[in-house]
């Protein structure tokens, strides 16, 4: 009798143990499931920051390249001022930092940026030339974008519109 009592025990003990394991390994995943969830979502604030620094930073220097390129005739005078706008555009865009949450993406984004930068840099030397065209400095602008939209994808956001945000 007691060794059935002792065997009836011990499978119950079994049972038990067995079900608390399970919900153990159930609780682990979700934690994992969120932790994951988690990294993504932070991820999003540090990149949505990022950019809109950038964008803050290029529209507190573009306004003299803004005004020559919507300009049907432009001055003279606007070209000169025009391409000082697109050189401190490129300096001061390549001075932001990438925040530390960024790490995994931070290739990507200095990528992308370099584009920009690039683009900026080919406008600000196109405009010291008599007869400028900016064509190929905007289709770098547009690539540097497009990097960027994918990058946000990517952190599931959707893509900026850094064209119309600096223009």
Known sequence: MKNLLLSFIAITLAIVLSACGGENKEAEQDTAAKEGASEETNIKKPLV?????????????????NAYEQAEEPASDMKAAASSSAAAVAEEVQKLEIPEELKEQKADIENAVGDIISSYEMKAEELEKDAPALDEANEVFAQGVAKLGTIFENAGLQKPGLAKEVN
Request: overall charge negative; charged content about 25%.
């Open 49 to 65: 920051q990022y950019y809109m620094g950038m964008v803050k930073t290029i529209n507190e220097h573009d306004a003299e390249l």
